[in-house]
Nanobody
Framework: QVQLVESGGGLVQTGDSLKLSCAAS????????MGWFRQAPGKEREFVCA????????VYADSVKGRFTISRDNAKNTVYLQMNRLKPEDTAVYYC???????????????WGQGTQVTVSS
């Protein structure tokens, strides 16, 4: 079974960039679609973006489209989230997730990381 560990979070200023990584253990990483989700204090978890197993297809939430980029390196068992032009409203705990279905729906993902905090100051 795949285990997921996120890293790369931190405190940045508005307009800065940050790159998150999610390293997966196990030999079946390439068989999973991967997603990034986030949860801000007092808010529901929300979809950020997803990438299919091959990496050829991606989908983004409107709120991050054009600013965030998801990518994956199946040889390194890692998925990335490049976040540019960060805004205070991007502040949240970011989670990566793995699942059998390439989807924007959280319930389609059955493996989750522990999360990494991203804080954007104004």
């Amino acid at each position: 079974q795949v285990q997921l560990v996120e890293s790369g979070g931190g405190l940045v200023q508005t307009g800065d960039s940050l790159k998150l990584s999610c390293a997966a253990s196990g030999r079946t990483f390439s068989s999973y679609a991967m997603g990034w989700f986030r949860q801000a204090p007092g808010k529901e978890r929300e979809f950020v973006c997803a990438i299919n197993r091959s990496g050829r297809s991606t989908v983004y939430a409107d709120s991050v489209k054009g600013r965030f980029t998801i990518s994956r390196d199946n040889a390194k068992n890692t998925v990335y989230l490049q976040m540019n032009r960060l805004k205070p409203e991007d502040t949240a705990v970011y989670y990566c997730a793995a699942g059998p279905v390439y989807s924007a729906q959280g319930f389609q993902y059955d493996l989750w990381g522990q999360g990494t905090q991203v804080t954007v100051s104004s």
